[in-house]
């Protein structure tokens, strides 16, 4: 089976622009989860989706965003970037909500916002 | 807040001694996983513990969980060049349906040849 993957692997932006990123999970996992990691705040949970539904989010400004569509493929958007919101993001996805799901991360996506 | 704090935050130690690292919770968990990252990579599963679960191994990787510490650590022995990366422990946060991951700030660990 594929893994996760992500595109694209690397990215840069100027404050005020907005960013789609995307993620296809292993196929047959309908839960995909997104993580933004920085070096001063670590890991955190952005938002989690299973069967196109948005089942939990983190403490997150309304500019960040995501979907997930019937394939499970799921996209985030981040929307009037600032410098902060350089960070890694990676996503992740499991066979179901179930917490001893393992979660399959995807190699992430390295945003740089200039 | 952080639920999973590791501990120490950075280690360096040479090829074939044992590493151990440390995490700290603050709140009743279901299970605990540890996690790899290769530098500015995407993150790898280890192994899971669940909370009914004293020790569990696989292959040079062993964790402990003492929940009435709320804490547990990550042993891999026979340390290899190769091992070097960050290690982060990570404890699920759910409600019903809900499901989310709290991880640590992570331990770097650094094997020398």
Not at chain 1, 98 to 114: I, M, S
Not at chain 2, 42 to 55: A, F, K, P
């Amino acid at each position: 089976k594929a893994g996760v993957t992500q595109t694209p692997r690397y990215l840069i932006k100027t404050r005020g622009q907005q960013v789609t990123l995307s993620c296809s999970p292993i196929s047959g996992h309908r839960s995909v989860s997104w993580y933004q990691q920085t070096p001063g705040q670590g890991l955190q949970f952005l938002f989690e989706y299973f069967s196109e539904t948005q089942r939990n989010k983190g403490n997150f400004p309304g500019r960040f965003s995501g979907r997930q569509f019937s394939n499970s493929r799921s996209e985030m958007n981040v929307s009037t970037l600032e410098l902060g919101d350089s960070a890694l993001y990676l996503c992740a996805s499991s066979l179901d909500v179930r917490t001893d799901n393992e979660q399959f991360f995807g190699p992430g996506t390295r945003l740089t916002v200039l | 807040s952080q639920q999973g704090e590791e501990d120490p935050q950075a280690l360096s130690i040479q090829e074939g001694e044992n590493a151990t690292m440390n995490c700290s919770y603050k709140t009743s968990i279901n299970n605990l996983q540890w996690y790899r990252q290769n530098s500015g990579r995407g993150l790898v599963h280890l192994i899971l513990i669940r909370s009914n679960e004293r020790e569990k191994h696989s292959g040079r990787l062993r964790v402990t969980l003492d929940t009435s510490k709320k804490s547990s650590s990550l042993l891999i022995t026979a340390s290899r060049a190769a091992d070097t990366a960050s290690y982060f422990c990570a404890t699920p946060n759910s409600g019903g349906s809900n499901y989310k991951l709290t991880f640590g700030k992570g331990t770097l660990l650094t094997v020398n040849p």
